[in-house]
């Protein structure tokens, strides 16, 4: 039996022949995101992902190429290794059934379950349908079309060996309902249960005739045989203890801690493996979890649709982290998902950018400016009451998260990591700690602040790790943190009252820039042939007039009615933090509220030369509130800084009285 602080995960074997789609990614992720988090908790972890590469697809794709089968998949083989690593997959070992140790091992099952003569020939007429490789039954085919891919089937009579899967359909009844956790979630366990209380287990053909397809394992008993795929590829899981291990491991990782599928290939893993492993007698896995599908904009992802998400082209566009997030964010894991990249956009900009991105870039910020660079001590309480609140939550939230890998809940923890961040942001808002900092008295209310928000984004760091490790090492690199994340982290780590005083940050750049949407058929900034309008009130550079014959007289200035001007959205705003933009003189990057409970924006103001960073924080400044956004030099701008000045800036646009931010300017 498995060693008991062993945990082995498992993906399915991918089709060497299928182009590596959402949810491939989907599926690996997952298998990721655990195996990740049971290391740091210090598990000995296995983690097994690979290629099932036998079968008749694979041989009719190599006979159309004119190459070898075994060519042929060593070719496809790589699309589906370097995509795991642009996805950060940690997976310990890959693979492949056409290796020959894989081979050997599949044919000493089926010896063996053929002397204890529990595989028998027989004669045996059905529907076949290729795409799947398998035989269906008179009542399972409509219109002649295969009950799973809707792909027509054809007639085969044929001689085939057959496992004697039926007289296990009690036993396999029983296993499932004495142990509530085998098949998970509840609602495919009882679909796998309705299954076998309805109608008879019939026996498995697990054998094809070479003179139709000789791509697969050759049976030890009969040389005109191959194996079913599906008896070679399930035996996957226990072959690579054998053979993929420095030394052969079965009895330290099996049975399988938890075996993750999607929910088409349920009855494959629920019903045929558990029956051979039955029959081998070796245990059944802990758990196989069947999760959803991922639809895209509402519709089903096919190839004749053109709608199939390539994992690549959104780790290109997105990163590989953001699109780990967005994926076990959007949907509860075992429910069907839809993909949209415009919600993707969404989900990064309030969650990534203007979530753990802000709360890292404003935390530091202010370390940067009020404390040297170097996070202070606590000192007095600022806001006792939220104080208590982020403690309470951030001392309870190692042990919610440590419940919700255990149910699988994926989305669930994301959540719970998230109400810190919105907590902590509610802290830095109220607090104001730009305003503390203007008086020396408030320097012990000053200290806690910063404190404890650094002691929220070291939790935070070791939370968000598995599903975004890249992002999880950036942050504790820009805290002044070394924490090694391929150990187990220690337990001051998760600790809310261990001390976090007097490190040296070492801020870097942000974790998640703002990504501007591109609405269908229309030119955004970025795509525009001529240069973006500046988003201060003065230009960000001079402009050469155009040559002229002669002096033009000078315009009188355009008039505007009421109406036009009534458009305009002037709001008072408080500048959160500020910084300059690199490579330019004039451009600084304002981060401004504009009121409780509303959205943070991003402006790029030309204001530079006029006013260094630190002397904005806390300044409550006038802003165009509703212009477009525009890019400059690269930096996305959701406003406009009223200013005044020509070529220069003399002067930001204030207000006499101390007023809220976002009340509106009339």
């Given amino acids: 039996m498995r060693h008991q602080n062993s945990f082995y995960i498992t993906t399915p074997i991918y089709y060497v022949n299928d182009v590596p789609h959402i949810g491939h990614a989907y599926t690996t992720i997952a298998a990721d995101v655990l195996a990740r988090y049971w290391r740091l908790s210090g598990r000995d972890v296995f983690f097994l992902t690979g290629l099932d590469e036998h079968g008749q697809k694979v041989q009719q794709a190599a006979a159309k190429a004119g190459i070898d089968p075994q060519a042929h998949c060593d070719k496809l083989a790589p699309q589906f290794q370097t995509l795991w690593k642009r996805l950060n997959i940690s997976n310990d070992a890959f693979i492949r059934t056409t290796d020959a140790p894989h081979k050997s091992i599949v044919q000493r099952y089926l010896e063996e379950l053929h002397s204890k003569q529990l595989i028998y020939k027989d004669d045996y007429t059905g529907w076949y349908c290729t795409f799947d490789e398998r035989f269906w039954t008179e009542k399972d085919v409509v219109d002649s079309l295969c009950p799973d891919c809707r792909r027509p089937v054809e007639r085969i009579s044929e001689h085939n060996y057959f496992f004697k899967m039926g007289q296990y359909q009690d036993r ?19 679909e796998v249960l309705g299954f076998l209380t309805t109608q008879k287990l019939g026996d498995l053909s697990i054998s094809r005739p070479k003179s139709r397809l000789s791509w697969g394992i050759e049976l030890p008993f009969d040389k005109d045989y191959v194996t079913y795929v599906w008896f070679d590829a399930l035996v996957n899981y226990v072959s690579a203890l054998e053979y993929l291990r420095p030394t052969p491991s079965r009895e330290q990782y099996w049975p399988a801690s938890v075996h993750l599928v999607g929910k088409d290939i349920l009855t494959t893993h629920a019903v045929y493996w558990s029956t051979m492993l039955m029959a081998l007698n070796l245990p059944l896995p802990d758990t196989i979890f069947a999760h959803g ?15 199939v998400v390539d994992p690549n082209k959104m780790a290109d566009e997105f990163g590989a982290d953001a699109f780990r997030y967005f994926l076990f964010r959007e949907v509860p894991f075992g429910q069907d998902g839809d993909f949209s ?12 950018a203007n979530g753990i991105g802000n709360l890292l870039s404003r935390t530091l910020t202010m370390i940067e400016r009020f404390a040297g660079g170097t996070i202070p001590a606590a000192g007095t309480p600022a806001l006792p009451e939220l104080e208590a609140l982020i403690a309470a939550t951030a001392t309870g939230l190692p042990e919610r998260i440590d419940q919700g890998y255990r149910a699988l809940a994926f989305r669930e923890n994301l959540q719970a990591i998230w109400e810190l961040i919105g907590l902590c942001d509610e802290y830095i808002d109220k607090a104001a700690p730009w305003q503390l900092a203007k008086n020396p008295e408030n320097r012990p ?13 070291r939790l935070l760091s070791v939370l968000m790790y598995p599903y975004m490790p890249q992002t999880a090492a950036h942050l504790t690199r820009q805290l002044g943190l070394s924490f090694d994340f391929s150990k187990p982290v220690p337990q001051a780590a998760y600790n809310w009252e261990t001390p976090l005083a007097e490190t040296k940050i070492c801020k870097g750049p942000g974790l998640f820039p703002r990504i501007e949407s591109k609405p269908q058929g229309a030119k955004t900034v970025s795509d525009a042939t001529t240069p973006p309008q500046p988003t201060t009130a003065i230009p960000t550079a001079p402009t050469a007039a155009p040559p002229t014959p002669a002096p033009a007289a000078p315009a009188a200035p355009a008039q505007i009615t009421i109406d036009e001007f009534m458009k305009i959205q002037l709001k008072t705003a408080k500048v959160i ?8 003189e004039k451009l600084l990057k304002l981060q401004v509220s504009l009121g409780e409970g509303a959205e943070q924006r991003q402006i790029v103001a030309g204001i530079g030369k006029k006013y260094e960073p630190e002397a904005l924080i806390g300044k409550t400044i006038i802003i165009v509130a509703n212009l477009k956004p525009a890019k400059l030099m690269g930096i996305e701008s959701q406003g406009m800084v009223l200013a005044a000045g020509d070529s220069e800036v003399r002067g930001l646009a204030t207000i006499l009285e101390e007023v809220d931010p976002g009340t509106k300017v009339k």
Avoid: C, Y
Wanted: hydrophobic content about 35%; proline content about 4%; charged content about 25%.
């Fill in 172 to 190: 396999l009844i029983d296993h499932i309902r004495e142990h509530p956790n085998f098949i998970r979630p509840e609602s495919r366990r009882n």
């Fill in 293 to 307: 599908w991922w639809t895209v904009d509402g519709e089903k992802m096919s190839k004749s649709r053109g709608n």
């Fill in 341 to 352: 990249q415009s919600a993707m956009v969404t989900n990064i900009n309030s969650d990534l």
């Fill in 445 to 457: 209310r000053l200290n806690t602040v910063l404190n404890t928000a650094s002691r929220a984004l």
């Fill in 577 to 584: 933090s500020a910084e300059r933009v690199p490579k330019s």
